[in-house]
Structures are given as C-alpha cells and as structure tokens.
C-alpha cells in the first residue's frame, strides 16, 4: 500500500517521516512538510466540497499542526495501526475530523478515496472522529471538552503500563470554554504527566463570533501556566516554529505542556480565512474551484 | 434475622482482593473514596489509584484513557453525580466506543436518608439504561455484589453498578455467580410476580411471606440485571401468573417498571403495579421512615399485589 502512495515514498526518500524511530532527530525538510500540508488541504477541500456539510475553518487552522505531529514527531506505524509503542492522538475539537482522516489516509492508514465518503451512510468516516470505524483514530470525540480527560488517562496508562508512549492532544480555543478542561489541567499538573502535550488551536473564532466577543480566554498562557503547565506559544503556521515547540516538550520533567499555536481560522484559502461564517459551513461551486485554484497555485 | 451487609461495602471488599489478583485493574474517585469504599483499594494500591479531586466528568473521561490504555479501571462516586454530572461523558467518551470502564456508583436511592433529595440517585437506573452498549446490575446483596463485581472484571466494555449506603440482608450464597442477562427466581408461586432490584428484593420477599398468609402465592424474582432483562424470564412469569408487580428505589419511570412494561407490552400483557417514587423527589430523614413514606416497603408490595390480582380477576 506504501508503495503506491507517492507520498510515503517522497517522504521516507528525504527522511522527512519518521515512523517507527525515535523522536525525529533529524531536521525535517521544512519544505516537503509545507507540500504535504498543501495537499492535505487540496483534499480537506475535496472531501468537505464532496460532503456538502461539516466543518471547514477550523481544519484548514489545524491543517499544520496536525501535519507536524504525524508527519515530524509522533511515532507510528501506518501498517499496524495498533502497535503498542505508538504515541497516541487525542483530536479533542472532533470537528476538525477531515484534517485528520485527510492526513491518516495520507500516511496510508486508509485508501485515500474513503476520503471522499466523508459522512456518507455506511461511511467509516463519521462526521466526527469514531475510533470504532476509522484505523488510526485513537479516541472518538465531538461532543467538546472532553478529550483532554481521556489523554489524561492514556498517559497515566503509558505510564503504568512502562511508559515510553507520548500523549498529544489537539484542543480547540472556544473549546477550552468548557469547564471539563480546567478539570483535566488540574489533573494533569496533579500526576505530572510529563508524556502529556497539548496544542492549543488558537484561532480566535468559535461559531458565535470572536472569542473575545463570545467569553474571553485571555490572559490565556497564564491561565494554563498557573495551572501547572510548561506553556509555549508558536505560530501554528510555521514549521520551525511548530517543531521546536514540539522538541521542547521532550525536555519538560514533571510537567504537562501546553503548546498555544496562534493560527488563522480557513488558512490557506483567502475567501475562508478569518471568517467566522465558514466555522461549518462547506465550499460553494464557485467557492471550491477558486479554493483549489489557490492551493494550486501555493 | 439474615446477617446484614451494605453493598457498597462489599464493593469496596471485592475491588481490594481483586486489585490483588490482577494488576491491570485501577480505580478512580472524586473525593467519596471513603463513602464508596474505593479507600480500601486506594490503600493497598497507591500506584493504581486516582483521585480526581471534585470533578466527576474528568474522571470519567480519565477512566475512559486508562481503558484505552488496557488499564481496567472502576470509577466510583455517588450514583448521583457519576449519573448525572457526567452522563455525557458517559455517552460519548465511553458507551459510544464501548469502553472497559466499570462505574460503580454508591448511595443509589432513597435509602440515602439524611443527605436528602440532592443525594438520593432516583433516576440513575433511567439515565444508564437508556444508553447503548452499557449493562446494568442492581446487586440484592453482598454476595451478589461480589459475584457482580467479579464479573465486570472479565467482561469488555462498560458496566453501570449501583450500590446502597443501607446495610441490606444477605438472600444469596457465599459462592454466587453472576450471569449476564439472567434474572432468578428467588421463590416460587402461581398467582403473582413480585420482581425487584436492590433492597427491593428483600422487600419482595418479605411481601411473599405476607401475601402466602393471606393464601395467595407470590413467584418472587431477582432482576438485578436490568439491561440486559432477562425477557424470557419476564414473560414466562406473566403467562404463569397473570399478574405482575414491580418494586424499586427509583422514580417508577425509566428503570425497572418501564424495563418490564417494555417487556409485558410487547409480549404478554398482564395487569402490572409498579412500586416506586412517582415522579417526586426524595427529602431528608431516616431511611426507613423514608422508605414507607414513599410506599417502598413490603406491605406496600403486597398492596400493589393484591391490585394486580384484582384486575387479573376483573374486579
Ligand atoms: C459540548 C459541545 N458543545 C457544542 C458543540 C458545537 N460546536 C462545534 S464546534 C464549536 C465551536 C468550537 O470552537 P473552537 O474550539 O474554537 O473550534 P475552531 O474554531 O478551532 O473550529 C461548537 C460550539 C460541540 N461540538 N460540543
């Protein structure tokens, strides 16, 4: 299956994956991560045009996040989606389901033509994440603000279990709105789940408006800080940025981290980014071919 | 008098001795440990244990990680609050993907007592049998408990088990085993069917012995397993008695009436009486006062009885 995705291929020839070795201490190829990025949102677009329905903005804000953790920092293994020394991804805001399936099928969890049965009847991609369907999918979320509790216990369970498996999970700013976070930071400062990173997709819109307008996160990085949190903020659209974030968190002892990554809502296709309206509205006609017409040309 | 033991604490026995025998299993609480009985396996296991402080969601959502992680974790609180509080947790980080989690939650029903109507669980049993993938026990006793327990630890996937604060009287053996989707008869009789859960049991028995010196002969039923029912079960004791009633600590909607309401309906309609809170809150007092101020006790059952009876003889 490997074989025949040119993808996989490209990127094991330059070294840019680094499946089933150690954290990558390489320096990725920073470019090849941006190409990889730009097809997974060719196909965001694909699948979420195709589906008529789900959520746009804020898989296109997460689009490099995800590519950085899957493409440059978890351990995995595509071709035994259980193997027990992987890392493990908790993809709390279950909204931005097309961005993930988009990269598993990419790393050849899956044919990419499931892709385009996105939310259909009989699909085994849901509207949102479901673990009983989807290899790859680790924790079946949507329902907000429930996630970071379940990677909590996926880390004291790696941790009971011998360690060495590294918990990351992906949170969503408006997400945070929901008092089950702070619960779960609480708890994650209590047990010192330093095998625990969180990255904050700090986009500034919820579907309401403005996070400001809708409840204020901020002082955002304090809060989490004085929850007990070794807290970092990068531009989640930049790679170097992203993976140094990520390499830091390896250093913390005794600590969870939190990652804030300051993103554009609809990143990458101008009409989309910044703009409250496409939380979870899909691509027109006109809407998709401009869209593609843009990542083709990035 | 039959010795007395609580379920809860017979949990809290169950748990130790079978955190001793396997090591994969863990437990969580949120700051109930010594109400729930998780203290005796927090002791003995400081490595496994995880209190999650006032929060009940996350540690539902936490038990939901360590099951992911292969862990068999039992998450304990008041019936209340692990029901309630957190059922979304419930259904969508564990019921939806059919997690390994064990909920065992204490103070289930009016026989609370003091603590009054925010503590008493009266809608627990509803709010978990309502959900897919999830079984629900209501154990009669220690034994059954412990057998209950033991179970849980073999099965895959979530389990709901709502233990009592009241010490209640022991009806089964030491070596009781539990099976999944089978109810037992406790007593058999031909004119009625008296089937309870919990504490509810004891009382149905005491009901029979009431309603046999009135000559009427009363099959009595353990349904401690009330998702999955044992339908046939059900069924066959409505065709062979005709009449059926139905006694719980619990609103009389959502559990064990409306279970085997469902069941009578679709399959074999008799005259049904179901003993429970009627769509009320619990208050403060004593259990026992409270149980007869709600129509919980055994001549309540026999009141209901002797209506079932009636109405199967058409008067
Ligand atoms: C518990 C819960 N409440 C409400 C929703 C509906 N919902 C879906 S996305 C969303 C806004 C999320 O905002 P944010 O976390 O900032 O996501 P992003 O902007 O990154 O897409 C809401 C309210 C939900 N999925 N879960």
Redesign the interface.
Same mark, same amino acid.
């Given at each position: 299956m490997v074989a025949n995705n040119p993808i996989i291929y490209y990127i094991n020839k330059t070294g840019v994956h680094t499946i089933v070795t150690k954290n990558c201490q390489e320096i990725p190829d920073i470019s090849h991560l941006r190409e990889i990025a730009r097809q997974v949102r060719l196909d965001i677009i694909e699948m979420l045009f195709k589906a008529g329905s789900g959520h746009t903005g804020g898989s296109l804000s997460a689009t490099d996040i995800l590519v950085a953790l899957f493409f440059a920092q978890m351990r995995l293994n595509p071709q035994d989606p259980c193997w027990p020394q992987r890392d493990r991804f908790v993809l709390s805001k279950g909204h931005a389901a097309p961005a993930l399936y988009a990269v598993l099928s990419r790393l050849g969890y899956f044919p990419r033509e499931e892709l385009f049965t996105l939310r259909q009847f009989g699909s085994s991609l849901q509207g949102h994440p479901d673990s009983s369907c989807t290899p790859g999918v680790e924790v079946s979320t949507g329902s907000l603000g429930q996630g970071l509790s379940i990677a909590n216990g996926m880390a004291l369970a790696s941790r009971l279990n011998g360690g060495g498996t590294r918990v990351y999970a992906l949170l969503g700013d408006g997400e945070v709105q929901e008092g089950q976070i702070w619960e779960a930071a609480m708890t994650a400062a209590h047990y010192r789940l330093d095998n625990l990173v969180a990255v904050l997709d700090r986009n500034r819109l919820q579907i309401d408006g403005r996070t400001a307008e809708v409840m204020s996160l901020e002082p955002l990085a304090q809060k989490w800080e004085a929850f007990g949190w070794h807290t970092l903020e990068v531009d989640g659209h930049a790679f170097p940025e992203l993976l140094a974030g990520l390499q830091e968190t390896h250093g913390v002892k005794g600590r969870p981290s939190m990652i804030i990554a300051h993103t554009v809502k609809g990143k990458g296709v101008s009409i989309f980014e910044n703009q409250v309206k496409y939380h979870g509205v899909t691509p027109s006609k006109e809407e998709y071919e401009q869209a593609l017409k843009e990542l083709h040309a990035a | 008098m039959a010795a007395q033991e609580s379920t809860r604490v017979e949990y809290g026995k169950a748990l130790l001795q079978l955190g001793k025998e396997n090591p994969d299993i863990?437990a969580l609480d949120a700051d109930l440990s010594g109400s729930t009985q998780t203290k005796h396996f927090a002791k003995a296991f400081p490595?496994?244990f995880?209190n999650?402080?006032v929060?009940e #969601?996350?540690?539902?959502? /936490?038990?939901?990680?360590?099951?992911?992680?292969?862990?068999i974790?039992f998450a304990s609180t008041f019936a209340m609050f692990a029901t309630g509080r957190a059922w979304?947790?419930i259904r #969508?980080?564990i019921a939806? /993907?059919?997690l390994n989690v064990k909920i065992v939650a204490s103070h289930g029903g009016v026989s609370v007592g003091e603590d009054g109507g925010s503590h008493q669980a009266v809608e627990d049993l509803a709010l978990m049998r309502i959900l897919p993938n999830m079984v629900v026990l209501v154990p009669a006793d220690g034994p059954e408990t412990r057998a209950m327990v033991r179970w849980a630890v073999e099965y895959q996937g979530p389990v709901y088990i709502r233990t009592g604060r009241m010490p209640f009287p022991v009806i089964y053996d030491e070596d009781h085993r539990f099976e999944l989707g089978r109810g037992y008869i406790l007593r058999e009789g031909e004119d009625v069917t008296l089937a309870g859960v919990g504490l509810m049991v004891h009382h149905c028995l005491e009901a029979a012995h009431l309603l046999a010196q009135e000559g009427v002969s009363a099959r009595v039923l353990n349904l401690s397993c009330l998702k999955p029912l044992d339908w046939q079960l059900v069924v066959d004791s409505a065709r062979l008695t005709g009449a059926f009633v139905t006694a719980e600590e619990h609103l009389a909607t959502g559990g064990l009436g409306s279970a085997v309401s469902e069941v009578l309906a679709e399959h074999c309609p008799v005259p049904l009486q179901r003993i429970g809170l009627r769509d009320i809150f619990g208050t403060s007092g004593k259990a026992e006062i409270l149980l007869k101020h709600y129509g919980l006790m055994p001549d309540d059952i026999k009141g209901a009885a002797i209506k079932a009876l009636a109405r199967k003889n058409g008067r």
């Open positions: - | 863990v490595q496994r995880f999650l402080g929060a #969601q996350d540690m539902l959502g /936490t038990a939901a990680g360590l099951a992911l992680g292969g862990k974790p979304e947790q #969508q980080s939806y /993907t059919k």
